[in-house]
């Protein structure tokens, strides 16, 4: 409950509680991605039927991405303006993104991902609070 309390002072947004089922998608980081305000991709089957739900009510576009891509960390990736980078061989979802003019770069990233990770692990994120 305390963890809760302390997310709430980042800032006035409605907090969702997720609940993953799929033991490869340990991190929420590794099944959803924003993409910007209104849009992000993401991986259903890693979330129970009520977060999916749940998530569905909050007037978000969520695109789902394939297994393989899942399975690829795609929602690992990392959006910058409409620029989104992505592991490579995540083909179908490149595709989906380009589609909706989306730029997207591709990085190699067999290695991270036998570690578990891929580009969103290798950012460092600086807040100016």
Known sequence: QRRVHGVSLLGDFELI???LINDRFYHFDTCFMA????????YPQAFDEDTQQEMKRH??????????DADNFVCNGIAVGDTVI??????STKLILEE?????????MSEFLKAGGACQ??????WDF
Do not use: H, Y
């Open 17 to 19: 509680r997720c609940r």
């Open 35 to 42: 993409l910007d305000q209104s849009t992000a991709l993401w």
């Open 59 to 68: 007037g978000v576009e969520l695109i789902p991405v394939s297994q393989s």
């Open 100 to 108: 909706r003019n989306w730029k997207v770069k591709e990085c190699e």
């Open 86 to 91: 992505l592991p490579s061989g995540c083909d």
């Open 121 to 126: 692990c290798l950012v460092m994120k600086l």
